[in-house]
């Protein structure tokens, strides 16, 4: 394993962290921060309160963002029963940039699962569209698993352009093509709690679940 020397962002003390780790606790102070290659960048993050002690807590990067689209094509499904070879997909122009509602912040899970986009893009999206009111948090404690932080900011960011893809597609009958050009702005950990639910982890907040065979170490 390459270890890395760097510095901890709160207290400045020479930490040691394998060339691999993207979100650990300080040695010393216990404060958190993202490492990302040479740097390490201090990290805010919190427990969201819930009904009674969740049976597990897993961490999710909560991304704010300004989005605004930058081109967009809109182009009829394809129809699988033409076959005269005339042009399957053509542009409408009855979709406009402001007919796309753009939320302002989602939520990413920064976990580890097996089949990252199948299980993980459904639930972001599910906790992201609930997340228009104000959640209960209090500060994370020092003695959160870290071994779950697996996707740094940026894989976060990623994910956040591949989910507006998805949720415009779903709001439209065509099918859309749109880029956007995106001003990041807070980024936060979120600890989020969970029930056992048979098989599943169940959100304690919206509900949500996620296949406990699903989550990778
Ligand atoms: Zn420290």
């Keep these: 394993m390459k270890l890395t020397p760097l510095k901890c962002p709160h207290c400045g003390a ?6 691999n780790t993207v979100l650990a606790a ?5 404060n958190a921060a993202e490492f990302t290659g040479e740097s390490a960048i201090k990290l805010d993050q919190a427990i969201i309160k819930s009904e009674g002690p969740p049976n597990i807590l897993l961490p999710f990067w909560r991304i704010s963002y300004k989005a605004k689209i930058s081109s967009l094509a809109a182009h009829a499904p394809q129809n699988p029963f033409q076959q005269d070879g005339t042009e399957a997909f053509y542009r409408r122009k009855d979709v406009k940039p402001e007919d796309l509602e753009i939320p302002s912040r989602m939520l990413v899970a920064a976990f580890r699962v097996n089949n990252f986009i199948n299980y993980t893009a459904d639930l972001s999206q599910a906790l992201s569209l609930k997340l228009d009111r104000d959640l ?7 003695s959160m698993d870290y071994g779950r932080c697996y996707y740094g900011h940026l894989d976060a960011q990623g994910m956040v352009e591949v989910l507006l893809r998805v949720l415009a597609n779903k709001k439209s009958r065509d099918i859309l093509d749109l880029d956007f050009d995106i001003k990041w702005r807070e980024r936060k950990i ?3 709690p969970f029930k056992q639910d048979g098989d599943c982890w169940r959100d304690m907040i919206y509900e949500q ?9």
Excluded: F, N, T
């Design 190 to 192: 979120l600890w989020w």
């Design 209 to 217: 679940r996620l296949l406990q065979s699903a989550l990778e170490k």
């Design 26 to 30: 300080c040695q010393y102070c216990g």
């Design 14 to 19: 020479k930490l040691k962290i394998a060339g």
């Design 136 to 142: 209960p948090e209090k500060d994370a404690d020092k």
